[in-house]
């Protein structure tokens, strides 16, 4: 079969994108756009059930098709009602990307001394949130005969330095374990590992002049911000065939962050 660029697209293919709901501007309002506008009927999922409803009218005013999931992605029964939902608007879910996390929220909290219910509950939607929601789709996917599951990693994980970095670094652990053992299956599960995006929250963490974002800027090789939009293309490659013989990988976007000196 020779290349055609209708291999991006993803006609007909049921997309769940979680975290896309939130504040303004954020990356997975840009991933759930983008699955829509390649084809996709999407599911806008987020703890932020007016949020998520906001991004299904704005696909379905640009002529796509999507539903609103109000979700907490920590808890097994929530993300059942999700996938739930899911199969009685669409028939089923071909994509799964695993977006939602906690970030600004979560300030600086120490390993070294950080209350252990807090460590849980960071983890437990950072991590074993991706989890639940891989565990909740994969039924359907099997049925389907193959899937797509992408995580949403970051360059603070490379190297972890945080308890944020930590839940991202161990996602990717979860994402190469996964392919592996889901490969066979044809359910390709891939990483994105952006740099700074520019959602309210990842200019929340990078204010104009602030030490640390200097230190950054002189540090990247092409640039230190991106827009949400500027990860799309990368989401539509592991979630469409031109993606097929991808698994277990990260792809950074981050404009050379994770290659600093
Ligand atoms: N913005 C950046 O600079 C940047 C950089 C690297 C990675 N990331 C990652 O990209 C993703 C999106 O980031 P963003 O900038 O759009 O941030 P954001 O805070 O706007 O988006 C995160 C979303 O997850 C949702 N969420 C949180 N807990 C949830 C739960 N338990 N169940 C369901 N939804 C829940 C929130 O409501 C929010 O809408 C996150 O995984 C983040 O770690 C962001």
Known sequence: MSFSIEQFRVPGKVAIVTGAGGRANNIGRAYALGLAAAGASVVVADLNEKGAKAVCEEIHAAGGKAIAAGVDISKPDSVALMVKAATDAFGGVDILVNNAALMLELGSPKAADIPLDDWNRILSV??????????????????????????????????????????????????????????????NVNAIAPGNATSEAGSALMPEGAPHVKFLEASVAMRLRGA??????????????????ITGQVIHVDGGWVIRP
Do not use: H
């Open 126 to 187: 950072n991590l074993t949130g991706a989890l639940i929601c891989a565990q909740a789709v994969l039924p359907s996917m099997r049925t389907r005969g193959g899937g797509k599951i992408v995580n949403q990693l970051s360059a603070g994980a490379f190297p972890a330095t945080s308890i944020y970095g930590i839940g991202k670094l161990a996602l990717y652990g979860l994402t190469t374990t996964l392919a592996r053992q889901l490969g066979p299956e044809k359910i």
């Open 228 to 245: 949400p939009d500027e990860l799309v293309g990368t989401l539509l490659l592991l979630c469409s065939p031109a993606g097929d013989w």
